[in-house]
């Protein structure tokens, strides 16, 4: 029974994370129509400067996220004036964007090296709640984790759906022309969109970071696996997300409980070929909607 | 002028790819001048797919990196003719190509980008996953130095390799100049720029994109061979984040979808990156905000500038009696439909 409850801590853990990540990816896709390379790397800056402000101002570990999600949602702010809004209106933007992203990944790891250094930091636990399950103890950060994710990105949905901003996102990704004939601007949006997707990344950086370690080139893997995520849910579908994450997240445990962690990606990455053959427009969806 | 000039082009071209190393004598600089061929190789393999069919393949990376492993773990552990292996890494990245081209049966523009960057990405774990084959994060070392006859291309420094790259580099630029004006070159633009119009006409975008695709893997693959051979060490950099983004930055700065603008982006940013060599992370940020300065600035690249400087140019020898001729697009962009 153990090997369950630990599979089963281990995708909800897993699930958690990714899901922070691609509900980010997937609102600036459904709106932007890009998919943002950068997320990855914004995720490790996030996790630095929590880690900076936890050390500088010696304040509790969630007000120290806090401030840096606000200085996260500046720096999104920036990322979307410079390497977004730039590109997408011109011809072939979508591929313009890309290479901007890359290029921002790029920056902000070197960045990140210059700021903070080779040393490898790590963020405190998250509380010091334990619970044990079945067998399986969960407890620290790892249990914010499993809590947390949902929670937020519920908030986000309920934002989309009840809030008026919220309202202009959905108009705006349903019919883009329409909802700007009704006067709603589209880059007000798209900072929205950003800045919020940039947030949840932040979350996760902090919770990555304490969990395991900070490093530069600490985004790249929840990238990837988030990009596995979009392709089994389906890019721009909010619920679709939710339950890629969790699914990858179960793959991911239980190949690495019975394979081993380096067979794991690959399987995973097998997974996602087979789901873009068999159905490229995600598996939980049935809307196709041209890239 | 242009048929004198197209006539005149070639020679030239291979005149200044032999004189080169002649003029620069020094090891490093004939070091730079090897790299500048490699990345003019790997560099024009890519903007076949990326720029000139507008496919967002981002594999490529993982191409040149399954090229050099094949090469190393053939040079070290089986008795293979080292110059053989350069074709069969070719071919070995061919047959992976086949594999990252699967997603593209289905997928379009950006969902393709997403599929290629996770399977370039996914060649590290695999490599450090059969560590017994590839010798995991240790990488390959030891892989030996190719020679001519008793004559290592290592002598007098490293001018075998040079010349070696050279030809590589030269064969490559007339493949890539004869397949952009081939049919299927042209129908590959036409995918590009519309697709709908393009299949109607009754161009098939799989097995274009399919052609272009393999051909573009199997240079990077001998590339990444070529490379192997040159450092005698074959490890996971090489499918790391700071090539993407130099390659990237040479294609772009060059001028995607132009023949020979990736020429120039790699002989910039070897240059450049060599001259920040000491300066640590100050390099790749420096390659990057030139990505991105050229981006916001010279979408069109070096390329771009220099055909509208030739342009401006010949529209005042004209002198001002007769009627400028309509300057034609320097690579044909459309306007995309937004969707």
């Keep these: ?291 | 002028m242009p048929k004198l000039r197209g006539r005149l082009g070639w020679p030239a071209y291979a005149i200044v790819l032999v004189a080169l190393p002649l003029v620069f004598t020094d090891p490093h600089t004939r070091l730079l001048l090897i790299l500048i061929t490699m990345y003019g190789v790997l560099a024009l393999s890519w903007n076949l797919t990326l720029g000139f069919a507008g496919i967002f393949n981002f594999a490529q990376i993982g191409f040149f990196g399954i090229g050099a492993y094949t090469t190393g773990i053939l040079a070290t552990r089986t008795g293979v003719d080292l110059w053989l292996a350069i074709p069969i890494s070719g071919v070995s990245a061919m047959l992976a190509s086949l594999v990252a081209f699967l997603p593209v049966l289905r997928l379009r523009g950006i969902y393709v980008g997403l599929a290629t960057y996770v399977f370039s990405q996914l060649c590290i774990y695999l490599v450090l996953g059969q560590a017994g084959l590839t010798g995991g994060s240790n990488g390959i070392v030891g892989i030996p130095r190719l020679s001519l006859g008793d004559t290592s291309l290592r002598a007098d420094g490293r001018i075998g390799y040079y010349f070696l790259g050279a030809v590589l580099l030269f064969a490559v630029t007339v493949l890539v100049r004869v397949l952009t004006r081939s049919t299927l070159g042209m129908s590959l633009v036409a995918l590009r720029d519309n697709e709908p119009l393009a299949t109607s006409r009754g161009v098939s975008r799989v097995r274009q994109h399919l052609i272009v695709f393999v051909i573009g893997a199997g240079v990077a693959g001998v590339a990444g061979s070529f490379n192997a051979y040159l450092n005698g060490v074959v490890s996971t950099d090489i499918f790391g984040f700071g090539q993407l983004t130099l390659l990237l930055c040479m294609i772009f700065l060059g001028g995607s979808g132009s023949v020979y603008g990736p020429i120039a982006g790699a002989v910039v940013v070897t240059l450049v990156s060599d001259a920040l060599q000491d300066a640590g992370a100050w390099r790749d940020i420096v390659v990057a905000s030139l990505i991105l300065v050229v981006l916001w600035l010279a979408p069109k690249g070096l390329a771009g500038i220099a055909r509208s400087v030739l342009d401006s140019v010949r529209d005042r020898l004209r002198g001002p009696g007769e009627p400028a001729s309509p300057s034609v697009p320097a690579s044909s962009t459309t306007v995309k439909e937004t969707s």
């Excluded at chain 1, 896709?29 to 630095?48: D, E, I, Q, T």
């Design chain 1, 1 to 291: 029974m153990g090997g369950i409850s630990v599979i089963l801590t281990s995708t909800l853990v897993l699930g958690g994370l990714y899901l922070l990540m691609a509900a980010g990816l997937t609102l600036i896709w459904s709106n932007l129509r890009v998919f943002n390379f950068g997320h990855g790397a914004l995720l490790m800056f996030g996790a630095y400067l929590t880690w900076t402000v936890l050390d500088a101002t010696g304040l509790p570990l969630v007000v120290s996220l806090i401030g840096a999600i606000t200085v996260m949602a500046l720096i999104g702010a920036v990322y979307e004036f410079l390497l977004v809004s730039p590109f997408i209106r011109r011809p072939n933007g979508d591929m313009l964007v890309m290479v901007a992203t890359l290029a921002a990944t790029m920056l902000l790891q070197s960045g990140a090296q210059l700021i903070w250094g080779p040393q490898i930091r790590q963020l405190p636990q998250f509380g010091d709640t334990r619970v044990e399950i079945a067998g399986a103890v969960v407890q620290g950060t790892q249990l914010v984790t499993i809590v947390l994710a949902p929670l937020l990105v519920g908030l986000l949905a309920l934002v989309l759906k009840r809030s008026g901003i919220g309202l202009t996102v959905r108009a705006l990704e349903q019919n883009r022309e329409h909802a700007q004939l009704l006067g709603i601007a589209p880059r007000r949006v798209y900072l929205f969109v950003v800045m919020a997707a940039v947030a949840l990344a932040t979350v996760a950086g902090a919770l990555l970071g304490s969990m395991q370690f900070i490093s530069p080139g600490m985004g790249s893997d929840p990238l990837l696996r988030a990009f596995v995520v979009l392709a089994f849910g389906g890019a721009g579908s909010l619920a679709g997300t939710i339950a890629g994450a969790y699914a990858i997240g179960l793959l991911e445990a239980v190949t690495t409980y019975y394979f081993g962690l380096s067979w794991s990606p690959v399987l995973v990455f097998l997974a996602m070929i087979v789901i873009m053959l068999v159905k490229p427009e995600g598996l939980l969806r049935t809307r196709v909607r041209s890239a």
